[in-house]
């Protein structure tokens, strides 16, 4: 049973312009998400989070987006840069509930 | 530096031979846990430890072992490790485990023939 779920394996974008990374998940005890970037041979390193109290969460060019009542959650990078190619999860968890993690997305900026 | 350690970061070894894999972290932490991250599946909790000498079970536990002797350490002990357990194993470390960020290692490349 995945309670997140990334059903984007992969995905290309141009230099300069925006990706938007997707994230949903099942379990609606879930009160914060985070997302991580992690970069080949180095472990995930924290990027942003939001808890369910808000629906934005922005951090310079990251920006975190919350539907509750779709249970989705999306990350907008803008504008994409080539040092942002990486592989990003998200996680969702709760007071009652641990951090589950999704499958992750390999982000891919061209120059 | 702020930084969770984690040794080796490369391990081939044979079925059957028990290996430790340690994890030190130099931030106070309360809170640390081990992770497995496989294609198409993500980052799995393995164990995780509230403080010292309180440790649990995550999601992946079976033919792991931990230990939380001392605040800082948490080593991952595979007795008996089988070709299954080849993974890229990350060990995490966060001020408490609800809604605090996680530090990870840099992570450890077993592999099991």
């Known amino acids: 049973d995945q309670q997140v779920k990334q059903n984007s394996p992969s995905l290309s974008v141009q230099e300069g312009r925006i990706s938007i990374l997707n994230c949903d998940y099942t379990?609606?005890?879930?009160?914060?998400f985070l997302w991580y970037k992690k970069y080949p041979a180095e472990g995930p390193t924290f990027l942003i989070s939001?808890?369910?109290?808000?629906d934005k969460n922005e951090d310079g060019r990251f920006t975190v987006f919350l539907n509750k009542s779709a249970k989705h959650l999306s990350l907008h990078i803008v504008p994409s840069q080539p040092g942002d190619s990486a592989v990003y999860f998200c996680?969702?968890?709760?007071?009652?509930?641990?951090?589950?993690f999704g499958t992750g997305t390999l982000l891919a900026v061209q120059p | 530096e702020a930084q969770v350690t984690q040794n080796p970061r490369y391990l081939i070894t044979v079925t059957g031979k028990k290996l430790t894999v340690t994890c030190s972290q130099n931030?106070?932490?309360?809170?640390m846990s081990w992770y497995r991250q496989d294609p198409g599946l993500g980052l799995r909790q393995i164990y995780y430890?509230?403080?010292?000498?309180?440790?649990d079970k995550g999601d992946v536990p079976e033919g792991y072992k931990v230990s939380r002797k001392e605040k800082r350490n948490f080593p991952l002990i595979l007795e008996s490790p089988s070709p299954n357990q080849t993974s890229l194993y990350f060990c995490a470390s966060s001020f408490r485990e609800y809604n605090s960020p996680l530090h990870f290692g840099n992570g450890t490349r077993l592999t099991v023939t």
């Open positions: 379990n609606s005890m879930f009160d914060y």
């Open positions: 430890s509230m403080n010292v000498e309180v440790t």
């Open positions: 996680g969702g968890g709760g007071a009652t509930n641990k951090l589950i």
């Open positions: 939001i808890s369910s109290i808000k």
């Open positions: 931030m106070n932490h309360e809170y």
